[in-house]
């Protein structure tokens, strides 16, 4: 230490090496960045066993020497992709199931083509998912399926399950799943029924487009894009983060339409009218009310989650008919709750423990 | 090493940190007014319908030059789509058929898979 100016030049030229061999690796890392694709995603070994143009159902091969009775069928949520759950191997929340010993299933979805506008609410949650359920239960043999289901895609298992409630569904677990649209308050408020006029949005461009669902996301949080890119600079010459920075950052762009009537009656229904925490939603003509699910439920929310707020899920365990029921808060975000390190050593390991024992 | 207090890159990170929570929190609260729900919907309708009348225009266009339009090329996708999903039902069919010919007690192991046997392990041996 020099005492007189209370400097430490030695660290501080250590310091300035440093940050020297970090400026030269980010040129060299920089150029690297640009010229390579990343990593591949969504790699682990799986079978398409069937799909029908937005709908596509996926058998993950086992990698267990003996499974669980009760298969697993993950729903994704209808705005992105689910390689979100399958990123690399050893962050994979698939890979993670499969060596526990789940046979694992996942209905994904791709972008609606244009002359897919007309899929309506009643095709994804009486249509779409009970035909799946249908081939897992062909396919694996068995009649009880565990359903999972990953943000809105926890909504539409919702709604299945209080349809369907006499079965086949055995266990139903959700990941950040909103139930009180009005607690989405920057949502609610962008989709203020004065001023959003999702007739005229839908009638003129036919499938809610990509870009408007990518932005709305982006608005929750509109600095964390250019901070995030600031991070990515300053981290460039550290290869694990700038991986990580590239898989999620793939995730979150790569945004899929909605089909537009489907996305109406989200608005409608569920923005608007908070038919589903109000005991009044209808599909199809099909009454679904929360009350009505009676199988053990496992619900895990994020504790700073901005997409879906706690306020916006926290009453679905109160609301849900079932008698073993459990709300399960983690730290960590909409994302990272399910995805990434976090994930890993929380969330996937209690989840194991729950599902397991009502799997046999 | 230097103190992290007077480390310039720490000052600079906790720096874009705060300004990025800063910031988010300010735009957070103003985009919880209706103001800004109208001006948002305005300007989004205004392009939405922009988008319409281009479009019917080209159609007419299209019309005009004898060419097939938009909504031509989306009906014939439709039954494009029909058929696909004919075919794609006829395929389960088929494999469902292979399969029961290989397992005839069900449709289940055309190929070989791990006894659903598994039982979880006792409290305290999980990992």
Not at chain 2, 45 to 69: H, I, T
């Amino acid at each position: 230490m020099n005492a007189p100016t209370g400097l430490d030049f030695a660290a501080i030229s250590e310091r300035v090496q440093s940050e020297v061999q970090r400026a030269i690796q980010r040129s060299i890392k920089g150029v690297e960045y640009f010229s390579s694709s990343g990593p591949s995603l969504g790699s682990t070994p799986k079978d398409e066993l069937h799909s029908r143009g937005t709908m596509h159902l996926y058998h993950y091969r086992p990698q267990a020497s003996e499974v669980y009775r009760v298969p697993v069928l993950i729903v994704m949520a209808t705005t992105n992709r689910g390689y979100i759950l399958d990123l690399v191997p050893g962050q994979s929340f698939i890979e993670f199931l499969l060596k526990r010993g789940y046979d694992v299933y996942m209905l994904d979805w791709t972008a609606p083509k244009p002359e897919e506008k007309s899929l309506r609410m009643e095709d994804y949650v009486l249509d779409f998912i009970p035909d799946c359920v249908r081939r897992v239960q062909q396919d694996s043999g068995e009649t009880d399926v565990s359903v999972i289901g990953y943000c809105f895609g926890g909504v539409l298992s919702l709604l299945y399950g209080s349809i369907f409630k006499d079965g086949p569904m055995k266990n139903l677990i959700c990941f950040t799943t909103p139930i009180d649209f009005r607690e989405m308050k920057l949502f609610a408020n962008f989709a203020d029924r004065r001023y959003f006029d999702v007739d005229g949005l839908i009638d003129s461009t036919g499938n809610m487009p990509p870009e408007l669902i990518l932005q709305s996301f982006e608005m929750l949080r509109p600095a964390s894009r250019m901070a995030g890119q600031v991070q990515l600079w300053e981290n460039i010459w550290n290869d694990e983060f700038v991986k990580s920075y590239r898989m999620f950052d793939r995730w979150a762009t790569d945004t899929l339409p909605l089909a537009g009537e489907y996305f109406r009656a989200i608005t409608k229904d569920l923005m608007w009218d908070n038919k589903l925490y109000n005991d009044t939603m209808t599909v199809g003509g099909r009454q679904a009310k929360l009350a009505d699910i009676k199988v053990p439920i496992l619900h895990a929310v994020a504790e700073h989650d901005h997409i879906v707020p706690y306020d916006a899920a926290k009453h679905l365990i109160t609301k849900i008919g079932s008698e073993d029921k459990e709300e399960v808060m983690l730290k960590g975000g909409h994302v990272s709750l399910v995805a990434g390190a976090n994930a890993i050593k929380r969330l996937w390991p209690k989840l194991d423990s729950w599902l397991g024992k009502r799997s046999t | 090493m230097a103190e992290k207090g007077n480390d310039p890159a720490v000052i600079w990170q906790t720096m874009i940190g705060e300004m990025e929570k800063g910031f988010n929190s300010f735009a957070n609260q103003a985009m919880t007014s209706p103001e800004f729900s109208k001006m948002m919907n305005q300007a989004g309708g205004a392009a939405a319908g922009a988008q319409k009348q281009l479009g019917e225009l080209m159609e007419k266009y299209l019309l005009a030059m004898n060419m097939p339009s938009r909504a031509q090329f989306v009906g014939m996708a439709e039954r494009l789509q029909s058929i696909e999903g004919q075919l794609s039902e006829i395929k389960a069919l088929l494999q469902q058929v292979h399969h029961n010919s290989l397992a005839p007690e069900g449709g289940y192991a055309a190929k070989p898979r791990p006894p659903r046997t598994k039982q979880p392990p006792p409290e305290g041996e999980r990992k």
